[in-house]
């Protein structure tokens, strides 16, 4: 029996079926590569889905974590936390006059979102309105909330009834945007890059337009940064590529290194609308959690991270679209920013992928023809630039090019 075959076996046996694994069991990681049962390298493209920004086992990362293990692992959020609040000072500068609240992942960031949307209405405002407006393509998270706001059926199927109070209008249509809007629209919640939907990003216009709405309607903007924060894309919030001014920002993925760990942050005037006992968690904002978080940011400050992932992804793009020129038949567009890459192919590109990862390239395939490339964000060019050479070679292959 096979390694592969050995994992698929146990993991049919013992643990639910809600993933389509990889053919792929990873024994350990370092930096920007990972290693099999059989000590096969691979190249990671995909980086725990755009979580291990600084790529696997950062030595300074690991270190804060045995320092802090050795310290306090955990007391619950019934005290007062140092770690807590030297994280939050330093979340909260990058989004000033703000407040945090610490979870456990997207999914829970997302959800506290939804939440103090609809207690800032009712508590501060003293209004009714509770809807949210989401996009197609969109995707916010699988708990009953974030996934009624999600914009994709597949993600919902099998769940329903599902939540009241979401709205989900045509991606990038202003016209649609602008009479979906009534007297119980509460917020307009969007990931200015989409993520799972494809790479996608929303058009200037078309946040412009948002911006405007929320203002003439007094609309809460919730952007959803769960994958494209943390520099991802040559900014520390991807949103600032659009000079846009959220109300509510959610986080998680890259946050702490590789640790699960989420916040939501919001203008204090919004945020003034949670009070003791109407949100909480028990694991969220763990002194653990908090510390890799804060050597997170801090390595990522200090090693230029950000401009970093902005000349790499330029770089990768570049690259990307001489392969386009090459075999303008298959790929339809290059799109992203940053270190947040998508390629659609024309055609399913399921045996791409695979012939891929057979080369040593782990990356990831979403809505059936886009190739998602999400690299630690300290991944060296030569690295890039051998991928866009591999994935030359097998665009040159009419069998793996077939429907």
């Known amino acids: ?176 945007l602008e009479q979906s809007i009534t007297k119980d629209t509460a917020a307009i919640m969007i990931e200015v890059i989409q993520g799972e939907g494809g790479v996608k990003p929303v058009t200037k216009s078309f946040v412009a337009k948002i911006s405007e709405l929320c203002q003439k309607h007094d609309l809460l903007l919730i952007v959803d940064e769960i994958q494209t924060g943390i520099a991802r894309t040559g900014r520390f919030w991807a949103h600032e590529h659009y000079q846009l001014k959220p109300d509510i920002i959610t986080t998680a993925k890259a946050l702490a290194g590789g640790l699960p760990m989420g916040a939501v942050l919001a203008r204090n005037n919004v945020a003034s609308a949670f009070g003791p006992g109407t949100h909480g968690t028990t694991f969220g904002g763990s002194p653990i959690s908090c510390m890799a978080a804060l050597k997170t940011l801090e390595i990522i400050e200090r090693d230029n991270i950000i401009s970093m992932a902005a000349q790499k992804g330029l770089m990768l793009q570049a690259e990307l679209e001489n392969v386009k020129k090459r075999h303008p038949e298959k790929i339809r567009e290059i799109r992203g920013q940053g270190l947040m890459v998508g390629i659609e192919l024309t055609f399913p590109g399921n045996k791409i992928w695979l012939a891929l990862l057979e080369k040593g390239f782990v990356l990831n395939l979403t809505q059936d023809t886009v190739l998602r490339l999400l690299p630690p964000l300290i991944i060296e060019e030569d690295h890039l630039k051998s991928f866009a050479v591999a994935l030359d070679q097998l665009l040159g292959s009419k069998e793996l090019c077939e429907p």
Do not use: W
Request: charged share 25%; aromatic share 10%; hydrophobic share 35%.
């Open 1 to 176: 029996m096979s390694e592969v075959d050995f994992f698929q076996k146990n993991t049919s046996d013992y643990i639910c079926p809600t993933y389509a694994r990889y053919p792929l069991a990873v024994k350990k990681a370092k930096g920007c590569k990972l290693y099999d049962f059989e000590d096969r390298e691979y190249l990671d493209l995909l980086a725990g889905i755009s979580v291990c920004n600084l790529g696997h086992s950062h030595p300074e990362i690991v270190e804060s974590i045995k320092q802090q293990a050795e310290k306090l692992i955990h007391v619950s959020n019934l005290f007062y936390q140092e770690e807590q609040i030297q994280l939050a000072r330093k979340l909260t500068a990058t989004f000033p006059d703000s407040k945090a609240f610490f979870c456990n992942s997207g999914a829970e960031a997302n959800e506290g979102a939804i939440k103090l949307t609809r207690r800032y209405m009712q508590k501060i405002k003293n209004q009714t309105r509770f809807e949210i407006i989401t996009l197609t393509g969109s995707f916010h998270g699988r708990t009953m909330a974030t996934l009624t706001a999600t914009g994709q059926d597949k993600i919902k199927d099998g769940f329903a009834p599902l939540l009241p109070g979401f709205k989900i209008i045509r991606f990038n249509d202003e016209q649609h």
